[in-house]
DNA sequence: AACTCGGGGAG
DNA sequence: CTCCCAGAGTT
C-alpha cells in the first residue's frame, strides 16, 4: 500500500461531499429503519432508479412495524419492476425480527445487524455508519474504484479475497467522529467524479492524493475480470381466456428465480415446438375445456444477468370456464391483473397480448 | 471460490 | 452491443 496524507486526503472530501452531496430522499433524517430499506433497494441498482421505489415504499410502510404486518405479496407488487426479489423478502423477514426481539428498534451491533436476513458487511457497515455513527468500513463497487485508484491496487475486485484488502484499506481510512459522511463521500465521489469510463479527474477533490492519476493509468484500474456471457433459454407462455373473459395465472415456486411472483403459464421449448407441441402441453391445465382458437401473439426477449428468456406468446381462446385448482394458481378478469406482483418480462406480456388483443376487442 | 439472483442506464 | 451498478445467499 503507498502512502498518502490520510487527514488531509479525509478533509479534501468531506468538504467536497458537504458543498456537492446529493439531496436524496434517504438523507432527510438519520432513521435506522429507512437508512436500511435504502441500503438494501441500491443493492447493484441505480441511485436515480431507486428514488420512486423509495419514495413509494416508505410510504406505504414507514415502519418496520408496517413492513412486517403487511402481506408478503404486497410487498412484492410495490418492488414489482425494481429486480432482485429475494431482496424485499428478506427485508420484510429481518424486520419481523427486528419488531419481535428488538421493539422495532434496528440493532445497532455489527454482530446483531448482521445477523439479520439479507444484510451483509456492505450494509452492515453502511447502516451501522450512516445511522448510528460507528466507524466501520462499507465497501461497496464505488469504494473498491476509488481505493483502487488512490493506492494503485491491482487485485481483481470481482474475487472475494480482493474485498479484504480493500476492507482493510477503508478501515485504515475512516475518520472516527464523521464515519456515516465519511462512507458516503467515497461512493458519491465514486458515483459522480471517479467514474468507471473517463473519471472526472480534473474535478477531483482528492486528484491531488491520487496515485492512479499520477501515474496516468487510472483508467486501467480498478482490474475487474469479465463475466460470463447468458446462457439462452426458449420458453413457451400462453394467455389462456375462458369464455368468462378470464385469464390463468400460475405463482412461481418458493425459490429459485423470480420466487413467488405471478406469471402466464411457460413452459420450455423444444426445438421448432409450435402451437401442437404446447396445446399438448396444456392438456392438463384444460382438462376438458376446449380450445376455440390458438394464436401465436408476440415474441417477448427479456435479458436476466446471467440468462436470456427468448418467449413465444400465445393466446388461447377456451369454450368453458376456467378454475383455479391450487393455491399458486388464479384465474381472473384482466382488471385484476394490476393486483399480482409480475416481473418485467410477464408485464411485457401484459402491455403487449393481454392489452392489445383482450383489452381492446372489449 | 464459484454460482445464483433482475433490471436498466450509460457509453 | 458491453459494462456495471450504495451485494447477499447458497453451494
Not at 496524507?5 to 479525509?10: A, E, L, M, S
Not at 423509495?54 to 410495490?78: G, H, M, Q, Y
Request: hydrophobic letters at 35%.
Amino acid at each position: 500500500m503507498k502512502n498518502i496524507n490520510i487527514p488531509q486526503f479525509q478533509e479534501n472530501l468531506l468538504t467536497w461531499y458537504r458543498d456537492n452531496k446529493r439531496d436524496l430522499p434517504w438523507r432527510e433524517d438519520q432513521d435506522p429503519y429507512k437508512i436500511w430499506v435504502s441500503e438494501i433497494m441500491l443493492q447493484q441498482t441505480r441511485v436515480d432508479t431507486v428514488i420512486p421505489y423509495f419514495n413509494r415504499f416508505i410510504s406505504l410502510f414507514p415502519t418496520p412495524e408496517d413492513l412486517a404486518e403487511a402481506d408478503e405479496e404486497d410487498v412484492l407488487k410495490v418492488w414489482e419492476g425494481l429486480g432482485y426479489y429475494s431482496r424485499v423478502r428478506n427485508l420484510q423477514q429481518a424486520v419481523k425480527e427486528v419488531s419481535q426481539s428488538y421493539d422495532g428498534n434496528v440493532p445497532d451491533t455489527e454482530k446483531e445487524i448482521r445477523a439479520l436476513k439479507g444484510v451483509g458487511p456492505y450494509t452492515a457497515g453502511a447502516i451501522l455508519s450512516i445511522a448510528y455513527g460507528k466507524a466501520v468500513p462499507a465497501v461497496d463497487g464505488n469504494v473498491m474504484r476509488v481505493l483502487s485508484r488512490i493506492f494503485t491496487v491491482y487485485d481483481d475486485i470481482t474475487k472475494p479475497q480482493a474485498k479484504k484488502t480493500f476492507d482493510q484499506l477503508s478501515r485504515d481510512m475512516i475518520p472516527a467522529d464523521v464515519a456515516g459522511d465519511y462512507n458516503q463521500a467515497v461512493m458519491e465521489l465514486g458515483a459522480t467524479v471517479c467514474t468507471p469510463k473517463n473519471p472526472h479527474c480534473l474535478t477531483c477533490p482528492v486528484e491531488a492524493h491520487c496515485h492512479a492519476r499520477k501515474e496516468g493509468v487510472q483508467s486501467l484500474l480498478p482490474v475487474k475480470a469479465k463475466k460470463k456471457p447468458p446462457r439462452t433459454e426458449h420458453w413457451q407462455a400462453v394467455v389462456i381466456i375462458d369464455e368468462n373473459g378470464h385469464v390463468f395465472l400460475n405463482r412461481r415456486p418458493d425459490t429459485g428465480l423470480l420466487a413467488k411472483m405471478w406469471e402466464f403459464p411457460m413452459y420450455r421449448a423444444e426445438e421448432n415446438s409450435g402451437e401442437d407441441a404446447l396445446l399438448e402441453k396444456l392438456g392438463n391445465q384444460l382438462e376438458l375445456k376446449n380450445v376455440k382458437r390458438i394464436e401465436q401473439t408476440q415474441e417477448v426477449r427479456h435479458i436476466f444477468s446471467h440468462i436470456v428468456w427468448e418467449i413465444d406468446v400465445y393466446l388461447v381462446q377456451l369454450t368453458g370456464a376456467l378454475n383455479a385448482t391450487a393455491e399458486d394458481e388464479q384465474v381472473v378478469s384482466p382488471d385484476e391483473l394490476n393486483y399480482y406482483p409480475f416481473s418485467v418480462s410477464h408485464q411485457k406480456i401484459i402491455d403487449g397480448t393481454v392489452s392489445d388483443y383482450l383489452l381492446s376487442s372489449i
